[in-house]
């Protein structure tokens, strides 16, 4: 496999000589003569693997190493010394080295330890792709915003009962997840899941979608079929946009619902179906029982349990969370080694309204996926409406570590943000003061100065 390796040593004998290796192997070399412009360089640069020495002047190897885990925490490093002493090469795996080398150096033993980084660097990328085909496949819900955290809370606390559940919420906010998620964590679970969108099916087949029909019921009808709650039976049937249903059908799904009976058209008798309803509409539906236009009696049938889906505005904090989930899966599907989005680009992706909700993301992220041409999503990779409704409102201002974005709202006194960002500077470096001083390129003493202030 092929990388980049980034190569840091304060002398530069050593960083000639190391070039020269690397460079007849056909890999990216980067050098940096400090752990400082090494930090530079892995800002800007994707970097598989870090070869640094460890004693420098200035921040040593394993105070970098620290850096590297709160900067590009995916990137393997390195260690190599002319101290192989036993203490400190503990010390460097404790804190996520991947090898330790010791000077002098051998072409064959360097070549051999940054390969093998660069082995499990390509396993982590493979197992991660392949983590996110599965969770394409099972379609998670993705997120840690407090609305989205009550809104599970009211799903599992419904999903064992019987009730039937309406769920209300705009288009796109991921409507048939949250029903199936009900399905999963109810005793129906072994039993089908049938999903019906009754805005999708004609009014002139729409009844007998759902209830079935008997062999001559109507012309064309040269066999029975059942219908789609019938195929329910023993699990969940999902109404999805139930405020389409006909005034026919809403008296035929009322008597369902009542008594557990359906009957095909053209049928003589009733059939028992045992399944849970799980109905969902981004209509006002008592606006519609109010016009006459949806029937009372079923609107309350429907509505035991109701529950609010949040539109993904009013959780923003879930933004990068659903972006990296959908990068990894369309880089995946596409063969695209993109490892994320840069500053710029999630700061837009914060900012914008997000009117079609979750699903509006996820069509912008397939997009930026398979326009991008580098290892990054950039903002010039997103639609324009994101980058025109998002950007211009993005303050831009950064959080370190993990490429994560600090929100920080408009109003917010200078004070109060800076900090914001030292704190959550110093969570990623784990409390270290200097390091941290390092990362956001001020003065160790500004840091001890701004906390005792608070």
């Known amino acids: 496999m092929q990388g980049t390796v980034l190569v840091v040593d304060d002398e530069q004998a050593n960083l000639d000589s190391l070039e020269r290796i690397f460079a007849r192997e056909g890999w990216r070399v980067l050098l940096a ?3 400082g412009k090494a930090l ?32 590009a925490p995916e990137a393997e490093v390195v260690l190599m010394t002319a101290y192989g002493t036993v203490e400190a090469a503990v010390a460097a795996m404790k804190d996520g080295a991947y090898d330790f ?69 705009e288009s796109g906010t991921g ?43 109507f012309t064309g009808a040269v066999q029975r079929k059942e219908g789609r709650i019938e195929r329910g039976q023993g699990g969940t049937v999902f109404l999805d946009e139930v405020g389409e249903l006909t005034p026919a059908v809403q008296v035929k799904l ?26 969902a509409t981004n ?35 879930d933004v990068p969370l659903l972006a990296d989930h959908f990068i990894a899966r369309y880089a995946a599907k596409n063969g695209k080694p993109i490892r994320g989005l840069t500053r ?24 930026a996926v398979v326009l991008s041409r580098g290892s990054e999503i950039g903002v010039d990779d997103l639609p324009e409406s994101v980058r025109t409704g998002g950007a211009a409102r993005a303050a831009g201002l950064a ?35 200097n390091l941290a001083a390092q990362l956001l390129g001020i003065a160790a003493r500004t840091i001890y100065r701004k906390l005792d202030k608070e």
């Open 399 to 433: 959080g370190a570590g993990e490429g994560r974005m600090l929100t920080v709202p408009l109003g917010t006194p200078m004070e109060e943000i800076e900090l914001r960002v030292i704190r959550e500077t110093l969570r990623h470096t784990k409390g270290d003061k």
């Open 40 to 71: 530079e360089a892995l800002r800007s640069e994707p970097v598989d693997v870090v070869l640094t020495d460890l004693m420098m002047p200035g921040m040593s190897g394993q105070e970098l190493l620290r850096g590297v885990r709160a900067v």
């Open 175 to 217: 409507k048939e997840l949250f029903a199936r998620a009900l399905h999963e964590h109810s005793p129906r679970a072994g039993g089908p899941f049938v999903p019906i969108n009754c805005a999708a099916i004609p009014e002139t087949i729409l009844e007998s979608e759902l209830f079935g029909y008997e062999r001559g019921a």
């Open 101 to 169: 080398l010791t000077k002098p150096l051998k072409r064959h033993a360097v070549l051999k330890s940054v390969q093998q980084a660069l082995d499990k660097r390509r396993l982590v990328q493979e197992n991660k792709q392949l983590r996110a085909r599965l969770a394409g496949a099972q379609q998670p819900i993705v997120g840690q915003s407090p609305s989205l955290r009550a809104t599970l809370d009211v799903i599992r606390q419904a999903a064992p009962s019987g009730a039937t559940v309406l769920l209300l919420g």
């Open 344 to 367: 710029e680009a999630l700061a837009a992706l914060e900012a914008y309204p997000w009117p079609g909700n979750v699903r509006e993301l996820e069509h912008a992220i397939e997009r």
């Open 283 to 317: 209509q006002d539906l008592a606006a519609r029982v109010r016009e006459n236009k949806f029937r009372e009696d079923l609107f309350y049938r429907l509505n035991v349990i109701q529950v609010v889906l949040p539109p993904l505005r009013d959780r923003v904090e």
């Open 254 to 279: 009322l008597r369902f619902l009542q008594e557990g009976e359906i009957e095909r058209l053209g049928g003589t008798g009733t059939i028992k179906v045992d399944c849970r309803v799980v109905a």
């Open 33 to 35: 003569a400090s752990a």
